[in-house]
């Protein structure tokens, strides 16, 4: 990824008018963090420039989400900005948890989600934080434990899906949460290869259960403290090939036609194409692109036209655009828009 920091899509209203904007950003420690030394290579300076590199076995740096919330009058103008903090440690409420891979928020802005590892890639886990579950940053410790008594002790993470593996996990871009439908269970679709050793696409649905842990006791969360229940996970994809999720290649949900578009190597590995399938009744898998060739495609957000960048040995690189029609024929064989 290359952004630390995530608005909500949806603003809070406010008695008056106003509303509440929220930014989810991450931060850095690198305190700990090993400093290397690295030596000029231009001979006449003898310079050297000092990094800060966690090696292996040495201290990564440390990471932590904060939330920054912006309220807005009713005539627009900035009211107030409020930067705040977890009411734990992220430590505390993710233990052995290095890496934040990925980051967002649901589209209602009712959570943040994030996406996150261990550090030998073997755990992953997405999970939910709920807007509450910041407080204002405070430096006097007597006002940050009023702070912290504050907020309820059913305030916790939601750990909607985690998965693991004793080889190694394959980060992607391929995360897409449907809107609630009820006010206790999530669905969403997400891309696994730890159960087939191929990457495919899965609709889950998970039971948002409030967690047994109380702050107010005292004790730390055990590790599966805010681990959901996975009521389903229904695959939509299978085969010995892949969907491909890295390097701008992504999906793209129609949730009017319940059609999922996606990139893999289904008919070739050494071919890249567009299918659709349904994710409601999966069944046959639609390859919407022509054969001999490899694509790269991008889906718009209506689901109604296509760009396709595509080539082979004997011929360079073609862009075209074309309508969708969902999974009645391949786009190869209509006239092109473009």
């Not at 050297?48 to 440390?62: E, H, L, M, Q, V």
């Not at 930067?83 to 589209?107: C, P, S």
């Not at 679709?189 to 159960?195: G, H, L, P, T, Y």
Request: charged content about 25%.
């Amino acid at each position: 990824r290359y952004t630390g920091y995530w608005w909500c899509p949806a603003a809070e209203p406010t008695v008056g008018g106003g509303k509440i904007l929220r930014i989810l950003y991450e931060e850095n420690d690198e305190s700990e963090v090993e400093v290397i030394h690295v030596t000029s290579p231009m001979l006449e300076t003898r310079r050297t420039d000092s990094f800060r590199y966690p090696k292996t076995g040495t201290a990564n740096p440390k990471v932590t989400f904060k939330l920054s919330e912006i309220t807005l009058g009713s005539d627009g103008r900035i009211l107030s900005a409020v930067d705040k903090e977890l009411v734990q440690a992220f430590e505390i409420l993710f233990d052995g948890v290095e890496y934040i891979a990925r980051a967002g928020w649901t589209r209602e802005g009712k959570y943040a989600w994030a996406i996150l590892l261990d550090r030998s890639q073997t755990r992953l886990q997405i999970a939910f934080l709920p807007p509450a579950l910041f407080i204002p940053m405070e430096d006097d410790a007597m006002e940050r434990q009023k702070l912290i008594d504050a907020v309820p002790d059913s305030v916790n993470p939601l750990v909607i899906y985690e998965e693991t593996t004793d080889i190694w996990i394959n980060i992607h871009d391929i995360f897409h949460v449907f809107p609630q439908t009820q006010e206790d269970v999530v669905e969403f679709i997400f891309a696994s290869e730890c159960k087939t050793g191929f990457r495919h696409l899965y609709r889950i649905s998970t039971v948002l259960k409030e967690s047994k842990y109380r702050r107010s006791s005292g004790r730390l969360p055990a590790p599966n403290d805010f681990l959901c229940h996975v009521k389903e996970e229904l695959p939509l994809t299978s085969g010995e090939w892949e969907v491909l999720g890295r390097h701008s290649s992504d999906i793209r949900v129609d949730e009017v036609n319940k059609l999922v578009y996606f990139e893999g190597t289904k008919d070739s590995p050494l071919e890249h194409h567009l299918y659709v399938v349904s994710y409601e009744n999966p069944g046959e898998i639609q390859r919407l692109t022509e054969s001999g060739f490899s694509h790269a495609c991008s889906v718009s957000q209506d689901c109604d036209m296509v760009i396709c960048k595509f080539s082979n040995q004997k011929c360079p690189h073609q862009v075209s655009l074309y309508k969708l029609t969902g999974l009645e024929e391949g786009i190869a064989q209509r006239a092109k828009e473009f």
